[in-house]
Nanobody
Framework: QVQLVESGGGLVQAGGSLRLSCAAS????????MGWFRQAPGKEREFVTFISRSGGSTYYADSVKGRFTISRDNAKNTVYLQMNSLKPEDTAVYYC????????????????WGQGTQVTVSS
């Protein structure tokens, strides 16, 4: 089992920044690729970004490319999501997820999920 706990969400004005963290425990963190997903009110959960086990490979949804950056610190068992130039449409609950191997842009590819952290961007 892997336990994931997100933090860092909050209320920010459009154009501002937030940094989300996801702390993992329970298994060897570096064995897992990590992803971030989000779910806006009334919408389905959608892929945001993922990072490979070593951190050497990342991928972003077009909607966040150039604004969001995913990173990880395997020594701290933590993955981060730096979000810049935030827009009201980024408002959502953000979830981190872990997988040992699966389609990294699909929810079904992930084995473990955090409880989510709310991000609200005001206009």
């Amino acid at each position: 089992q892997v336990q994931l706990v997100e933090s860092g969400g909050g209320l920010v004005q459009a154009g501002g920044s937030l940094r989300l963290s996801c702390a993992a425990s329970g298994r060897t963190f570096s064995d897992y690729a990590m992803g971030w997903f989000r779910q806006a009110p009334g919408k389905e959960r959608e892929f945001v970004t993922f990072i490979s086990r070593s951190g050497g490979s990342t991928y972003y949804a077009d909607s966040v490319k150039g604004r969001f950056t995913i990173s990880r610190d395997n020594a701290k068992n933590t993955v981060y999501l730096q979000m810049n130039s935030l827009k009201p449409e980024d408002t959502a609950v953000y979830y981190c997820a872990a997988t040992r191997g699966g389609p990294l842009r699909a929810q079904s590819g992930y084995d473990y999920w955090g409880q989510g952290t709310q991000v609200t961007v005001s206009s």
